[in-house]
């Protein structure tokens, strides 16, 4: 079985060619210097997220992040003998409630340091992601080695490291930060399967890859292949790459744990439907909002000027195996964007893919103005002036970073979910209107329930043709399915909304609370006739 693209000379890596420049800009040449320097980037890496790592995740993606939490209260729940009744039903009820749309490795990971920290405790979700994430760009900087010299690697890493909006979404509590460590993982060993093909290397990296698809599917699927495909194009057409042996075997192992999940989620437990129904819009193609919202969200995460400088680049690229990767990764990105076309379009953390594809993109131009600086007969005056500018660059925006999350207040926030959870007995049957789907309330309040759509819900439901009904009826068919006991409306909710809603209800059942806050209606006692 031929196993691997039999590239030619003038296509392998130049890595070994860098091999021979004598003099390095930013490493040290000796072994044991350029495994402190690198060291100690990542040490730091690590360090700069450790600040207020306890806080509340009220301060980026606070839904996906709460849901999270939800999802590992009620695994630590499960085990926890000492934790009162009705605190054990409501977790779990909250775990009922939320669909799984990847496998909860990581939520799971969490709950068992719960018990061995015996509490929830925010900084261990923020720990365990952070980590994720530097590892991660262990496996970058690798990659950057096989296709770029040392320094242009470091450079890589640190962007990969240090980008200011990477550090803010490492310290999540969401899948991305595993399925980005486990996806750069993956596209090391198919780079080290490409440069040297064995049967042995290409199983190694289908399994690798395979953890990648199945711990977030949509997102890591696309750059994979894509890279994949890239390198058998090295040696013959896209078709005779996709028909070939090795790809149909790569693909198989790659993609069976999550087609195995898929259909368990989609035809069983029936909870993945509707999450691919609310990503994929291909009538937003024609949209010109889709396109102004992609590069908004991409201007956000990356920002336009390392967006020039990865296309440069790209331009600059002379190697042939290191510019299949790169296009293979760039094709990757843009047919992802081009299917999920609703989150590209406004979620920013859709765009993390993209950090290390940046990354990688930037070595062929930071291998030419550093090849340039290298030329200097006094060597020592560009080498510092590089590391002071790196290093500036580094901490201007981190010291930013630092200052909001020392002036980041939640507990206003927090106070009013535990007050209204207290008002309501933290009951396991609530309809919630609030933002985030209600999970804040869910999470501090500890109470229970359905979420009332908000006006871009109805907005998404209208987009995929499902019927959208009127606000009795749709009450009435809550109260039918759920028994709720109440309507808990939090006033920082949606105001022409939260008004018409508060009208009717206030017709048909009694109110428990209304405060400045929120406003609480006891489905349980329903307005009399007397009264309307």
Not at 295 to 320: D, K, Q
Not at 455 to 477: H, I, T, Y
């Amino acid at each position: 079985m031929n196993t691997g693209p039999d590239l030619e000379p003038h296509s392998m890596p130049s890595s070994s060619n860098n091999k021979k420049v004598a003099r390095a800009l930013l490493l040290p040449q000796r072994r044991l210097g350029h495994i402190l320097v690198m060291a100690a980037v990542f040490a730091a890496a690590f360090a700069a997220r450790l600040y207020k790592i306890d806080q509340p995740p009220l301060d980026r993606q606070p839904t996906r992040q709460y849901r999270s939490l939800l999802i590992a209260r009620g695994y630590y729940f499960r085990t926890l003998d000492a934790a009162p009744e009705w605190e054990k039903h409501v977790a779990a009820r909250n775990l009922s409630r939320l669909a799984l749309h990847e496998p909860p490795i990581t939520e799971y990971l969490v709950s068992l340091t719960y018990r061995v920290v015996h509490g929830e405790h925010f900084w261990v979700s923020r720990s365990f992601c952070s980590l994720f994430w530097v590892i991660g760009g262990v496996f970058c900087y690798l990659i950057a080695r096989k296709i770029a010299s040392p320094d242009a690697a470091l450079l890589c890493t640190v962007f990969y490291l240090f980008l200011p909006y990477g550090i803010k979404a490492s310290r999540t509590f969401q899948p991305d930060p595993l399925m980005i460590m486990v996806m750069l993982a993956s596209l090391y060993a198919i780079v080290c399967y490409a440069i040297q093909p064995s049967l042995r290397a290409l199983l190694v990296a289908a399994i690798v890859s395979a953890l990648a698809i199945v711990v977030k599917p949509p997102m890591s699927f696309f750059p994979i292949f894509g890279a994949f495909i890239a390198f058998g194009t090295l040696r013959r057409n896209i078709l005779k790459t996709v028909l070939s042996r090795r790809f149909i075997l790569f693909a198989f192992i790659a993609l069976l744990p999550c087609i195995l999940y898929g259909v368990y989620g989609m035809f069983v437990a029936d909870f993945l439907r509707r999450p691919a129904e609310n990503s994929i819009f291909p009538q937003l193609l024609l949209q010109s909002r889709y396109w102004r919202g992609w590069s908004y969200t991409l201007s956000f995460t990356v920002g336009y000027r390392a967006l020039c400088g990865a296309l440069l680049g790209l331009i600059l690229c002379r190697n042939a195996f290191a510019r299949a990767l790169l296009i293979g990764l760039w094709v990757g990105y843009v047919v992802f964007g081009l299917v999920f076309t609703c989150g590209i379009r406004t979620h920013a953390y859709y765009h993390l893919i993209l950090i290390p594809i940046i990354g990688l993109s930037l070595t062929p131009l930071a291998d030419v103005v550093l090849g340039a600086l290298r030329q200097s007969p006094r060597l020592w005056l560009p080498r510092i002036a590089t590391w002071v500018v790196l290093l500036v660059t580094v901490w201007r925006p981190l010291r930013a970073d630092f200052e909001a999350r020392a002036e980041a207040d939640f507990d206003e926030t927090i106070r009013l979910r535990e007050e209204v959870g207290e008002v309501v007995g933290h009951s396991a049957e609530t309809i919630i209107f609030d933002r985030h789907f209600g999970s804040i309330l869910k999470y501090h309040g500890k109470v229970s329930g359905d979420w009332w759509p908000s006006p871009s819900d109805l907005r998404r439901w209208a987009l995929q043709g499902r019927p959208v009904k009127s606000d009795e009826d749709r009450l009435d068919e809550m109260i039918e399915k759920q028994s709720p006991e109440f309507f808990i409306i939090v006033a920082a909710s949606y105001g022409k909304t939260r008004k018409k809603l508060s009208e009717m209800l206030a017709k048909r059942y009694r109110t428990l609370t209304d405060t400045d806050d929120y406003i609480i209606f006891d489905l349980k006692k329903p307005v009399g006739p007397s009264e309307e």
